[in-house]
């Protein structure tokens, strides 16, 4: 099916570990987003590739970087976990310009103890 | 800076009753504004979208939003609820010609049965 695919579904890591959370995308969408969702805070956007070859800072950027791979594939690298990282994690895709929504994918949920 | 205000944190109706989920943004140009529903569990789709035209937008599941541009609404609407639509709800703007899209922090939905 279409869609965007996001691995791992889960993940523990211990304080100070690092991991990539990854992203794909099979609908030609040139811009994709990674967002934080936490209780009582909506979703934050961390970083965005607004088109393959560029990337961007979102609200809340510290802690993490960002790859786009390709068209397709978008990651999102944690270099050093810390608990307060412990979030679902939700990647998007969307057409080039502004007001065809997002598709998401179905999150990662990250425990940092 | 933009940013969108959800005001009902938690809503608990009791089946067949009408829902009114209430979204102001704070933005002072052209907006596209979305919701967006998660149910329990599984990520966000879109509900639906408006970007221009009628301000009375229909969307999927007899889901309906009235843009009304002087109160900086976006208010969704539901006539009857079911159990089905617990869920939770987000209400997202976005300024044309940007790729990031701001999301309010949600409305959380539980339909008695």
């Known amino acids: 099916n279409a869609g965007v695919t996001q691995t791992p579904k889960f993940q523990v890591l211990k304080t100070g570990q690092s991991m990539t959370l990854q992203c794909a995308q099979d609908?030609?969408?040139?811009?994709m987003y990674w967002y934080r969702q936490d209780p009582g805070m909506g979703l934050r956007l961390i970083y965005y590739?607004?088109?393959?070859?560029?990337?961007d800072k979102g609200e809340v950027p510290n802690g993490y970087n960002v790859s786009r791979l390709n068209k397709r594939e978008f990651s999102l690298r944690l270099e050093s976990a810390a608990p307060s990282q412990t979030s679902v994690y939700f990647c998007?895709?969307?057409?080039?310009?502004?007001?065809?929504?997002?598709?998401f994918g179905s999150g990662t949920r990250l425990t940092v103890v | 800076a933009q940013s969108v205000s959800q005001h009902n944190h938690h809503v608990i109706l009791s089946e067949a009753a009408s829902l009114e989920l209430g979204c102001n943004y704070s933005?002072?140009?052209?907006?596209?504004l979305f919701w967006y529903v998660q149910y329990p569990g599984q990520h966000l789709q879109l509900l639906l979208k408006?970007?221009?035209?009628?301000?009375l937008v229909k969307g999927i599941k007899g889901f309906e939003a009235e843009f009304i541009k002087s109160k900086f609404s976006f208010n969704l609407r539901k006539p009857s609820v079911q159990w089905s639509d617990t869920a939770e709800y987000f209400c997202?703007?976005?300024?044309?010609?940007?790729?990031?899209?701001?999301f309010g922090t949600g409305t959380r939905l539980k339909v008695l049965a």
């Open positions: 590739s607004a088109s393959e070859g560029t990337t």
């Open positions: 408006y970007f221009s035209g009628d301000p």
């Open positions: 997202a703007v976005n300024a044309p010609g940007t790729y990031k899209y701001i």
């Open positions: 933005y002072g140009g052209t907006v596209n």
């Open positions: 998007a895709s969307s057409e080039a310009g502004d007001f065809y929504g997002y598709t």
């Open positions: 609908m030609n969408h040139n811009s």
